[in-house]
């Protein structure tokens, strides 16, 4: 009997350690497994199902990606600088980003637009109330808004036209004593559609141009 009472505690405490053991371990889990259907229900929550899904192409949907490898690279053809303009082919344009005192004509009569690379061509002739007078040839670009000084000329010098030692494209400034070139692009050069041609920059400067839009010839 005295062993019995001793050995007693052993034989029922046994399955009771056990089973806290077990216990534990659940409990232990339990952290993870509130924090895991917390997750689920917030991601539940947050998803927004769309029941126009299946009637939207893939650019609507988010899915469509850009495969620009076949596109054509865009390249400058080369350009001629022409002989200095006559005065009388020279036309005034109505430019309000002109310096004060300063005005801006264009040689109106040999306006190029080539396109195969979209760059409109022309000699720009600035006159001052003083009396100075400068010219450029330059090209612009509709698609980027840039513009380069193939040659510079002035008729008091002998040649009167130097070209550009590294012509390069640079960005048209909306401010600055070169702004008139932005008011150029946005007013005469470039339309709704892209670069105008010749004959339609020719009427925008006259004011003899139809509204466009994009279904316009």
């Known amino acids: 009997p005295a062993d019995a009472e001793l050995t007693a ?21 339990l952290p993870i497994l509130a924090a895991v259907v917390f997750a689920g229900a917030s991601v539940a929550r947050d998803v927004v199902v769309d029941p126009y899904h299946d009637y939207r192409d893939e650019v ?50 040999r306006i190029s637009v080539d396109p195969r690379d979209r760059v409109v061509r022309v000699w720009l002739w600035l006159h001052s109330e003083a009396g100075a007078e400068s010219a450029t040839f330059e090209g612009f670009r ?56 010749a004959d339609q920059i020719r009427n925008a400067m006259t004011g003899e141009f139809q509204r466009e839009h994009f279904m316009s010839e």
């Open 9 to 29: 505690p052993a034989v029922h405490c046994a399955p009771m350690q056990f089973r806290n053991k077990r216990l534990q371990a659940v409990l232990s889990w």
């Open 142 to 197: 509709c698609e980027t808004r840039e513009y380069k000084v193939y040659a510079y000329a002035n008729p008091r010098r002998d040649p009167p036209v130097s070209k550009a030692r590294r012509p390069r494209w640079l960005a048209v400034r909306e401010i600055g004593q070169t702004a008139y070139r932005a008011e150029l692009l946005s007013d005469y050069f470039c339309g709704i559609r892209g670069t105008r041609d």
């Open 60 to 109: 609507e949907r988010g899915e469509y990606q850009y495969d620009d490898s076949n596109d054509i690279p865009w390249i400058e053809n080369e350009s001629e600088v022409l002989a200095l303009p006559k005065k009388e082919n020279l036309y005034a344009l109505n430019v309000d980003a002109l310096p004060p005192g300063f005005e801006l004509l264009i040689d109106r009569s």
